[in-house]
């Protein structure tokens, strides 16, 4: 998906109403609405282009978790780079090696989504995609103990992912597509 370039406040909205109209409205997230209504969910939009320099703000990313207790996850959403999937993938992999290496293992844990996401072996068109389809390519920095307790309170935290399969394949296509479109501003 292109757009034009639109202001940080236009793709911080654009990223909430996506969190609130599809990994809230439809439990993708079973945990998500909890940090939007604590207000701890910090949202930063990332203008760089450089892989370089978006490691290192994922690193300050991580740093801010590491001094702001208030802050339960991190969505750093990369407004101007890694249109193109493969080379999202291609930074995923780099910044969770980056991760291991500033000793960040076992401390936080890396989230994946993208406007193309397409799981592996996976149609394009399949629907279940729309669980990991973003308005804009982000990564997802989560604390693994927050993270810990949260699996360890829900009933059935294994069949979360299954159960979001079989939701968007029931949603259907055309659905997903529709809610991921309209995450975005119509006119900024």
Known sequence: ????????????AATITWLKSVIIEHSICPFARR???RGSIHFSVDRDT???QCLL?????C?????????????LIYADAFAEFNDYLDF?????????????EGTYQLASFHPDYCFQG?????????????????????????????????PDPENIPQHNIELTRKLGLAKMQALLAACYPVNP
């Open 1 to 12: 998906m292109t757009h034009k370039t639109l202001p940080d406040q236009h793709v911080k």
């Open 35 to 37: 940090e939007l209504e």
């Open 122 to 154: 996976s149609d394009p068109d399949d629907a279940a995609n729309y669980t990991n389809r973003s308005p804009y390519p982000m990564l997802h920095l989560l604390r693994e103990t927050s993270l810990d307790r949260a699996v360890a309170s829900h």
């Open 92 to 104: 995923v992999e780099i910044a969770e090696s980056l991760l291991i290496e500033q000793g960040y």
């Open 63 to 75: 740093d801010r978790l590491d001094t702001e207790s208030g802050i339960e996850t991190t969505l």
């Open 50 to 52: 450089e892989i370089e």
């Open 57 to 61: 703000n994922l690193i300050l990313e």
